[in-house]
């Protein structure tokens, strides 16, 4: 394929060319014609003037006037009055304004002009973006949400994804991590799949990309999964629009299932150049700091915890009463952190040729020390008519981001990440010793010098992206357009990393670095056909069909030494560690071909029809199963076009819709069809013996897995337009999950890739968009509401199994069960009791052996034992309902806009409070745990000190995650035009912005949005050492000329 | 136009399924595997690397020694399903069970792939032979283990290679013993005596000797037993150490008395974990240990005064820089000098049979058969007189015994000769002493059907053939 594709495409490019160059120069003569004609009657002028008004009638300045047709305009001022000469009485003035109804008027014989524009009705005539093209929003047959891009610059995002938080309905975004760069998770109406991926599928300017992080990172780091789209400059971004029923998600088949976020960079639009130069800069602070005890609680409560146990004290009375406050690791290892951004842009061209280029810089300390986010980024949007039938043009954007990356998100124990490692840290002990060298690791516990792991560790991922996608379009009839498309996105990926001997974690290895790199190469290359004819009177057709391939190859190499006689190098130089680690490689592809066709029939823009179907050929699956065909069909009324309705005041628009289809996921990474080897070692002659090993067995009946989607849509517009409704209702029936099955053991495996059991999301999705006031005050509102509820309808042989999500150090296990007939992310352990605080209680309890200030559980099967039978339910990462509201107001040329981002009703399995917990002495609590149970403290809440590390996994660990978030509040100012004109600048604002703002929750961690497990659908909801989210403040200033 | 777009659909098309069959570039797949003698013996290879790898690297110990009056579970020890095996509370539920039965099965079946795939390989008929022989050896060795452990299990003699047939109904406890003793019985006949250097650790005769001589003293077929014993004996290929030191050290571990031993090296994924797991916590400087798996007193006790086997086994103290450091109790007969910093990667192998338990499992079957003659006593007292180390006085030569003092004499010298090796447990159960023996150790919960392990639950969750054993 990528041998005979690319020179037929040239082919085809050298055929367009050719054919065009019989009609292109005719073309261009004519079109040059005019200004010629223009220039040589330059006595002829005319001045015309006068004032352009608003539906208020009060003056409207900036309005763009020009002559149609030749290049001469001007500009309303302060008052909305202008003056223009135009060459002849039969010149035409074109009026236009952003927002505003573009009038054109001729100018016959006036030479006092004045009009009045009227409001554009926004929200019909908008395009929208679908796949493989665009339709009117009133055309629209499908679930599609938008966000534009004055939505997303009001919030600061690292990367595009971030931008969709709260402001689409049916939109779960999770920031899994705050480290600067880090990963993002998104579900779109609920998760369809146990083991496959739940992302969506992205598509910038055309190209689609899965969002898969462990392809495009190197695998050298620790810490938390940085993010691919973080490399795209969410600046550069038009337009978002979210497919979310099947209607709109099948035109990209396999890839469809999990929702389709399109993404549309800026394009230069003809006759205005303009420079824009945007910037800003703030800090950021962590929400919070979790309230510890300090050294002399935390050296009591080790000397109550060894006394209990019958052991000896192990600080002396003095060195407790000598104590005071102690370290606080927390301020060690939090601080205040800038976050910046500059850009520079160039937008604008003619009628035949038009640009956007814009370059930027951001950057990002985090909120932990040693931890950053920079990135460099490029894009060329070019588009040129070569004629009036052939166009061409790009996307093309090259980027270099580079992260430090602290450790979080870890396991505690031996390999403790520096949040946890700041909350358990003995308070006792400084940071550094006094001869200036850090404190190497706690004197009790297994954990080592947090500050010390955060600075002392190079822990680096610098990613190189470069995605361009380049296309061809012609007209091969008035109603016919052929459209080639060939692209390729480059991601590199290298990660250093670097643990230096004298550091905890290097110890025992003498120094460990590792550096690896990925290489992530795919092609696209994809072929329409579009039609679009109106006939009888009042029908039109839009037709659109196609032919795609997209490939990609991800090769990746490793390298890892140990024992190094010295720190000086780092990772640079591994050759100098005397023990080499075992290297690896991979080298891995994939690839999809596809055929796929749409037709939208548009019957007196009341009845609307859309079927679509893509059949996509995926190399992922089975030898039998490579092709599969999802269709999709979908109708609307229009309901405020019927003549019936043309009496009534109340709607300007009334829609229904309806949609079904199948959509599919195919994200299970490569060849686990196929019978493939792992590697083995062994020792033999005392040296190492390498061997092969099954690693799984062959399943050629591997196949996607198929959503069926039912959608039920009504949109409304009422009050003159001022208040837009959308609501849907959908049903999606996941069937052929991709599920990592049990197998018996006996096999020598433990799980098989098959296609088993179905599950199921169902909801309701609500977004108004309102206009509260008009004039002068002006308060605008977009809320949005959705209501996913998720069910594992299905598992095959099975009706539950565990979901992992464990602590090996905690040993804690099985705390997520997947149940048939529970929906996916539900806790499973005790039911929390308190504690013992007597020994009649004990001897009335389930657990006779049980010492006062021991927890207590409730015996749910009430057989007198607490055994694994009283496990049950006991709470779900799944939110009841989540959403966003914004309200802008604006007042002359200030604006305030408050968005605010909730979720409500998902629980969280807090893992720092069972550390928090633990007074075993030997690591810090939270300062709840004053009030443990002891003899002196009867009444006390939390457990006696105890040496015992056992842990339960119980509701007591479980929190309410729901969140009220002020996502973002920003205050802006438009300096005004006169002002401006005297500067000569076409546009100057102001603004102060806090992102973050204020969190209103339950939660008692460091913030509510947490995701241990990155993108994982299996174990969501879960806090563990995570790196917290930032509140920022900050001031920025965009200046236009 | 049109025309070309068509044209240009149809040449791709001719590529499609070109493009879409999965070629892996950097993973080898079962179909283009097994086609050369290095392949035969890569597969080989993973057979053995299953051994090293959890399995004979600290699970083995859990079931096998924690279980029994040596061994218990110290304060390093946070994971309650150890702490349940150490009570005698286990149920099916329990991650160490649940990783007995996989590894050993994940073993089999990798030992499937060599039995079945190897024979068809164009190569050396002898190295074959011999490649089939040491597969053989090692699923005899695993399924052995089964049996004892769980009783009847499934027989498993294929590799997997699809969805079908994977719910596979328990075997009798005969069968599987057949089963074992006819796969060393063909191993005996095509693997050699001895390997060169660069093949020391692979299976050898004598292992499939010694595995089936101790099959018949676990089945009490004394006759059988005694005869396996001797023929090892007489092939003159082992010889006990002077110094007992010498087996658990790195330099000799594979020499005179090594007849199968489960190989570890000093490297990351080859380490023998056992030792950090044993070494003392935070008391000796620049010795990082967990102190998990601990000696009990009892077990100490059990040494006679002037045994050296009791100072290799067990320490209560090192000397570092000078410097003598003192802990209580841990075992030591994993402990590498040589990874004293990187703790997690001892050398030292894991002996799975060596030389002195051949002349103790000869001593106990001549003695079940005839009495303490002559010639059992002096096998044991071969045994005693190398623990003397030199020493004069100390572990006098047994004599003057009956035949029931001579059995537990036996017994008792196999408990310190084989400590931390996987032997007592098995000891315990088949001769019928366990129960008595951890009531007597403290262990108030133990129960006759103790001497089964429960068949994981999650097993029998997949599997709706299986059948629980009595008890759990």
Redesign the interface.
């Known amino acids: 394929?990528?041998?005979?594709?690319i020179p037929?495409?040239g082919?085809?490019t050298v055929?367009?060319i050719l054919?065009n160059s019989y009609s292109g120069p005719a073309q261009t003569t004519v079109s040059n014609r005019q200004p010629v004609a223009a220039i040589s009657k330059p006595m002829a002028d005319i001045t015309v003037s006068g004032r352009v008004t608003d539906e208020n009638a009060g003056g409207l300045p900036g309005v763009s006037v020009v002559v149609k047709g030749i290049n001469r305009g001007a500009n309303t001022d302060a008052g909305g009055n202008f003056t223009i000469s135009v060459p002849d009485l039969n010149a035409v003035l074109v009026f236009s304004f952003v927002g505003y109804q573009k009038r054109e008027i001729p100018v016959g014989s006036q030479t006092q002009i004045n009009v009045t524009l009227t409001p554009d009705d926004q929200t019909l005539n908008e395009v929208v973006v679908v796949g493989y093209g665009t339709v009117k929003k009133s055309d629209l047959t499908g679930s599609v949400s938008s966000i534009n891009a004055d939505q997303i610059k009001k919030t600061v995002n690292t990367s595009l994804d971030q931008a969709l938080a709260g402001r689409a309905a049916g939109v779960q975004v999770t920031q899994a991590s705050g480290q600067p760069g880090g990963a993002v998770s998104i579900r779109i109406r609920g998760g369809n799949s146990v083991n496959g991926g739940n992302e969506p599928l992205y598509v910038v300017d055309g190209f689609p990309i899965y969002s898969d992080n462990s392809v495009s990172t190197s695998g050298a780091n620790r810490g938390p999964a940085t993010n691919a789209l973080a490399s795209l400059n969410p600046n550069d971004i038009e337009n978002i629009e979210i497919l979310k029923d099947a209607s709109a998600t099948a035109i990209y088949g396999t890839r469809g299932a999990n929702g389709v976020v399109i993404i549309t960079t800026k394009r230069g639009k003809s006759g205005q150049n303009t420079v824009d130069f945007e910037t800003y800069y703030g800090a950021q602070e962590p929400r919070r700091l979790i309230p510890l005890l300090n050294a002399r609680e935390y050296a009591t409560m080790v000397n109550e915890a060894r006394v209990n146990d019958g052991q000896a004290p192990y600080y002396t009375a003095d060195q407790v009463a000598g104590f005071g406050e102690g370290t606080n690791w927390q301020d060690e290892i939090f601080r205040s952190a800038p976050i910046q951004n500059y850009q520079l842009s160039f937008a604008g061209g003619n009628a035949k040729t038009r640009y956007a280029i814009t370059t930027s810089y951001f950057g990002q300390q985090g909120t932990i020390i040693n931890s950053d986010f920079k990135r460099l980024a490029t894009r060329i949007n070019l588009d040129h008519s070569i004629s009036d039938r052939f166009r061409v043009g790009n996307s093309l954007t090259v980027s270099r981001t580079k992260a430090n990356i602290v450790v979080t998100d870890t396991d505690g124990g031996g390999g403790t990440g520096v949040v946890l490692g700041a909350l358990l840290f003995q308070p006792t002990l400084p940071v550094r010793n006094p001869d200036g060298s850090y404190l190497n690791r706690s004197d009790l516990g297994e954990y080592g010098n947090p500050v010390a792991y955060a600075e002392q560790v190079t822990n680096i991922s610098t990613t190189f992206r470069g995605l361009g996608n380049f296309f061809a379009e012609?007209d091969?009839l008035k109603d016919l357009t052929?459209r080639v498309s060939v692209g390729a996105d480059v991601l590199f990926n290298k990660g250093d990393f670097y643990i230096p001997s004298d550091n905890f974690y290097g110890?025992?290895?003498?120094g460990v670095g590792t550096v690896a790199s990925v290489l992530n190469t795919t092609w696209l290359n994809e072929?329409t056909?579009n039609y679009r004819h109106s006939f009888a009177n009042n029908h039109s057709v839009n037709a659109l069909v196609g032919?795609t391939?997209q490939?990609s190859q991800v090769e990746s190499v490793r390298a890892s030494s140990?024992n190094f006689p010295n720190n000086i190098l780092g990772p640079n130089n591994l050759g100098s560690g005397a023990?080499v680690?075992?290297p690896n490689?991979?080298?891995?592809?994939?690839?999809l071909?596809s055929y796929l066709g749409r037709v939208n029939y548009n019957i007196a823009d009341r009845y609307l029809l859309t079927f679509t179907g893509r059949a996509d050929?995926?190399?992922?699956f089975g030898a039998g199963n490579?092709y599969a065909f999802f269709p999709s069909g979908a109708v609307a009324w229009r309901i405020s076009n019927e003549s019936f309705m043309q009496n009534q005041t109340v709607f300007q628009d009334l829609k229904l819709r309806a949609s079904v289809g199948v959509t599919g996921n195919q994200e299970i990474g490569?060849?686990q069809?196929?019978?493939?080897?792992?590697n083995?070692?062994?020792?033999?002659?005392?040296?190492?013996?390498?061997?092969?090993?099954?690693?799984r067995?062959?399943?050629p009946d591997l196949r996607w897995e198929k959503t069926v989607q039912f959608d039920a849509g009504l949109d409304v517009g009422l009050l003159k337009g001022r208040v837009n409704l959308t609501l849907d209702a959908y049903y999606k029936r996941t069937n052929d999950l991709l599920l990592a099955v049990?197998?018996?053991?006996?096999?020598?495996?433990?799980t098989?890739l098959?296609n088993i059991g179905s599950a199921e999301n169902k909801g309701i999705e609500l977004a108004i968009n309102s206009v509260n006031t008009t004039g002068s005050f002006k308060w605008t509102s977009a809320f949005n509401i959705a209501f996913n509820r998720n069910k594992i309808l299905d598992l095959g042989?099975?009706t539950e199994f565990f979901a992992g999500g464990n602590s090996g150090?905690?040993?804690v296990?099985n705390p997520s069960l997947i149940r048939v007939g529970e929906p996916i992310g539900r806790f499973y352990g005790y039911q929390a009791d308190g504690v013992f605080r007597s020994p009649e209680e004990i001897t009335n309890s389930a657990q006779k052996t049980a010492k006062p200030g021991d927890r207590r559980f409730v015996d749910v099967d009430g057989n007198g034992v607490i055994?694994?039978l009283d496990r049950t339910y006991i709470g779900s990462a799944q939110p009841k309902f989540i959403g966003g509201l914004t309200n802008t107001f604006a007042y002359k040329r200030l604006e305030l806009t408050v968005f605010l981002q909730y979720s409500y009703g998902n629980d969280i399995f807090n893992y720092n409070k069972i550390e928090l917990e633990l007074p075993a002495g030997i690591q810090n609590l939270g300062k709840d745990l004053t009030n443990r149970w002891s003899a002196s403290n009867p009444g006390g809440q939390y457990p006696r000190a105890t040496?015992n590390?056992?842990v339960e996994f119980s509701s007591q660990y479980l929190e309410d995650g729901s969140f009220l978030r002020a996502r973002n509040v920003t205050l802006g100012y438009q300096l005004p035009q006169p002002l401006l004109k005297r500067m000569g600048v076409r546009n100057i604002k102001v603004y102060a912005s806090g992102q973050n703002l204020f969190t209103v929750t339950k939660y008692s961690g460091y913030d509510p949005e947490v995701s241990r497990y990155g993108q994982t659908n299996l174990n969501i909801g879960q806090d563990y050492g995570g790196y917290p989210l930032a509140r920022t403040l900050l001031l920025g200033l965009n200046l236009g000329f | 136009m049109k025309k070309i777009l068509f044209c240009l659909i149809a040449l791709t098309l001719g590529s499609c399924s070109e493009l879409l069959e999965e070629v892996p570039a950097d993973t080898l797949v079962s179909s283009n595997f097994y086609q050369t003698q290095s392949d035969a013996l890569a597969g080989m290879n993973a057979v053995y690397g299953r051994l090293n790898k959890g399995l004979y690297n600290r699970n083995f110990y859990l079931y096998t020694d924690s279980f029994t009056d040596d061994g218990a579970a110290g304060i390093g020890v946070n994971n309650p399903f150890i702490r349940a095996i150490d009570n005698f509370t286990h149920a099916p539920v329990n991650d160490r069970f649940d990783l007995a039965w996989q590894e050993h099965y994940d073993g089999i079946n990798r030992a499937n792939e060599v039995i079945e795939k190897v024979p068809a390989i164009n190569m050396d008929t002898q190295l074959r032979n011999r490649i089939v022989g040491e597969a053989k050896v090692v699923r005899a060795l695993l399924y052995f283990n089964l049996v004892r452990l769980f009783g009847s299990v499934p027989l498993v003699l294929s590799p997997t290679a699809s969805t079908e047939g994977l719910d596979v109904e328990q075997a009798s406890v005969d069968a599987v013993y057949e089963q074992v003793k006819k796969d060393l019985t063909d191993a005996e006949t095509v693997l050699p005596l001895t390997y060169s250097a660069g093949d020391v650790g692979r299976a050898t005769k004598g292992a499939a000797s010694g595995l089936l001589a101790r099959l018949y003293l676990t089945r009490n077929q004394w006759t059988l037993a005694a005869q396996k014993c001797k023929e090892i004996i007489d092939s003159k290929t082992y010889e006990l150490w002077d110094d007992y030191a010498k087996i658990f050290q790195v330099g000799t571990e594979n020499q005179k008395e090594a007849i199968f031993s489960v190989q570890f090296a000093s490297n990351v994924s080859n380490g023998n974990s056992m030792m950090i797991l044993s070494m003392p916590r935070g008391k000796v400087p620049g010795l990082t240990g967990n102190e998990a798996d601990m000696p009990t007193d009892d077990l100490v006790k059990a040494y006679e005064t002037g045994d050296r086997r009791r100072e290799v086994t067990v320490r209560n103290s090192l000397d570092v820089g000078g410097r003598t450091y003192s802990f209580t109790n841990c075992f030591f007969k994993y402990y590498d000098p040589a990874a004293f910093s990187a703790s997690g990667d001892s050398g030292v192998n894991y002996p799975v049979l060596r030389y002195a338990d051949v002349l103790l499992m000869y001593a106990e079957a001549l003695n079940e058969l005839n009495g303490p003659t002559t010639e059992a006593y002096a096998l044991v007292n071969q045994v005693r007189a190398r623990a003397r180390n030199g020493k004069t006085g100390v572990l006098p030569n047994l004599t003057g015994l009956t035949k029931d003092t001579f059995r537990d004499a036996v017994l008792n010298e196999r408990r310190v000769e084989f400590a931390f090796e996987g032997i007592r447990w098995f000891d315990l159960v088949r001769t019928g002493r366990m129960v008595a023996v951890m009531k007597a150790h403290g262990k108030a919960s133990v129960q006759p059907f103790h001497v089964l392990l429960p068949i994981p639950q999650r097993e029998i969750d997949t599997n709706r053939k299986l059948k629980q054993n009595q008890g759990y």
Not at chain 1, 680 to 695: E, N, R, S
């Open positions: 394929m990528k041998r005979n594709a037929n495409l082919l085809l055929s367009l054919l012609y091969i052929a110890l025992s290895t003498k072929n056909l032919f391939a490939g140990q023990t680690n075992f490689t991979d080298n891995r592809s994939w690839a071909v050929g995926s190399s992922r490579k490569q060849f069809s196929l019978a493939t080897l792992s083995a070692t062994y020792v033999l002659g005392d040296a190492v013996a390498i061997g092969y090993t099954p690693a067995f062959a399943n049990t197998v018996p053991w006996t096999s020598g495996f433990g098989s098959q042989k099975i150090h905690l040993k296990t055994n694994a040496t590390r056992t």
